[in-house]
């Protein structure tokens, strides 16, 4: 692992942070880093020291932050808050969200305006490096101080409480440090509050859609092209000269997917000029559809990169006489942003049904059914159920909850953004659209079948070859979700990408 990340210094992006949690890159704190962090860290000993009151070092929390705390309690107020914030449920979440909330702490925590101790983020380092990742449950953010609860899950085994995971099993803390020869942390002043604070739970989720996202988009690009190839659609919908005169980026963006996928078609050579005066939308206005979900994807991606180099906890302290105790925890313009990305992971999840369907209907020259003996055979009439199913499931999965609020803390915290919610409810659909996809991919291979001996283009025909390794043309009924699992698999790969 040649490559290295500077934490608090750096300039991360959705890439770089994957690529740590995925042990391709390795993040380290510069020269830079530590002395800022050290810097804060005085600081807070000043404030400590001194008869002014800021919020979190020498007063309570939330609604008790006008109750003072003497600096022989100060310790002791940092461990109480992450015992009594660890209040999460259900079940934990995927190891790499945990790793991510990690690696999106100390990025923050290291910018030097949280003072936190440096032995503190060394701890966290070590949980990053030897991949020890401490359980979260992934229910119980309202995402308003950030994620308080998923955060005291995280942050608990530094005082030898809660549980991590360790290659693939669950494991004790206290029990885990002993193994390895460590001691708990005594949390200093400022540091529960500082490591429970901030939104890193809503970003990690927000960090894999991105990615999640990205593929997806360019999957319903390809799979739409091979569905449009088997209906025989044209190709002039997506011609750049129409695509300037209306010129959203997403949407010039897939017209020129489109083209360069379909460039080479026998197929498409073979009806330039039949009667049909314009195809349905479904295949007409796949830039439109696709580009806007393309347009959502950019505004989560720019947004998530400007969160991953911020500084969300409170108060925020830029020297000992300089704190402001304000609102950067507050999770709403993620939560806004992921519920968006949502209706846009949806949508290309409708736009796909509404393919298999066409597909399905006997027109254009295709078999009912996508199969040449129906009757005996009920051929592809039921996976466009599943797909039925699944985006009307996402539906009820666009909700948004960041339209949501719940006044919580005795009326403190009286307007939350309900973003940790957004976020799982967006891999939720994600996880819908990649089978609505891998269904799609079925039925655009088989009716790529019923256009031979025409070709398709040499990227499409490389696609359809890929398919039929994993699944044989079909003639007659059969388990058809074993195909569906298959291609699932496929598309989960990237492989066809």
């Not at 020890?132 to 950030?146: D, H, Q, R, Y």
């Not at 939308?281 to 969160?307: F, T």
């Not at 819908?432 to 499409?460: G, K």
């Not at 696609?463 to 698999?489: G, N, T, W, Y």
Request: glycine share 8%.
């Amino acid at each position: 692992m040649d490559k290295l990340f500077a934490y608090g210094t750096g300039r991360m992006n959705v890439d770089t942070c994957l690529a740590i949690a995925r042990n391709q890159i390795k993040g380290v704190l510069s020269a830079q880093a530590v002395e800022n962090i050290k810097r804060s860290e005085s600081y807070v000993a000043e404030i400590l020291n001194s008869n002014t009151s800021v919020y979190g070092i020498n007063t309570g929390f939330g609604p008790l932050c006008n109750t003072k705390i003497s600096a022989t309690d100060a310790r002791k107020l940092q461990t109480n808050i992450l015992k009594s914030h660890s209040v999460g449920v259900g079940e934990a979440v995927p190891v790499e969200i945990a790793k991510i909330m990690l690696i999106t702490k100390v990025h923050a925590l290291a910018q030097g305006y949280s003072g936190i101790a440096l032995t503190t983020l060394e701890r966290i380092l070590w949980h990053i490096e030897q991949d020890i990742i401490p359980v979260v449950p992934e229910k119980g953010s309202v995402g308003a101080s950030g994620d308080l609860a998923p955060l005291s899950h995280l942050f608990l085994p530094l005082i030898g409480l809660g549980e991590v995971f360790e290659d693939g099993n669950r494991v004790p803390a206290q029990e885990l440090l002993e193994k390895h020869g460590l001691l708990p942390l005594e949390l200093g002043p400022k540091e529960g509050l500082a490591l429970i604070n901030g939104t890193q739970f809503i970003l990690a989720f927000a960090v894999q859609a991105v990615e999640r996202l990205d593929q997806l988009l360019l999957t319903a690009d390809v799979v739409g092209a091979m569905s449009l190839e088997g209906l025989m659609g044209s190709a002039s919908p997506f011609d750049a000269r129409l695509h300037e005169l209306r010129p959203f980026e997403g949407c010039k963006q897939v017209a020129a997917n489109l083209r360069r996928l379909l460039q080479g078609s026998q197929i498409m050579v073979a009806h330039a000029d039949c009667d049909r005066v314009q195809d349905p939308y479904s295949l007409r206005c796949m830039p439109q559809v696709h580009g806007a979900s393309r347009n959502a994807w950019k505004h989560l991606n720019d947004l998530v990169e400007i969160e991953l180099n911020s500084v969300t906890d409170n108060p925020i302290i830029f020297n000992a006489d300089d704190t402001i105790s304000g609102g950067n925890f507050h999770g709403q313009p993620l939560a806004m942003a992921l519920d968006y990305a949502t209706i846009a992971a949806a949508e290309l999840g409708n736009i796909a049904d509404r393919r298999c369907y066409l597909m399905n209907e006997g027109r254009y020259g295709l078999p009912k059914l996508l199969i040449p003996d129906a009757g005996l055979n009920s051929g592809l009439m039921i996976p466009q159920y599943t797909t039925a199913a699944l985006v009307t499931e996402n539906k009820t999965l666009c909700f948004p909850a960041s339209a949501d609020s719940v006044p919580t803390s005795l009326g403190q915290e009286d307007h939350v953004s309900m973003g940790s919610i957004s976020g799982r409810k967006l891999h939720k659909v994600l996880d819908n659209v990649e089978y609505i996809m891998a269904i799609e991919l079925l039925y655009a291979t088989q009716a790529m079948e019923f256009r031979r001996p025409l070709r398709s283009s040499s990227i499409l025909e490389r696609c359809h070859k890929m398919v039929r390794e994993q699944v044989p043309f079909i003639s007659d009924d059969r388990i058809f979700a074993d195909d569906i699992k298959r291609l699932h698999q496929l598309i989960l790969s990237g492989d066809l990408l």
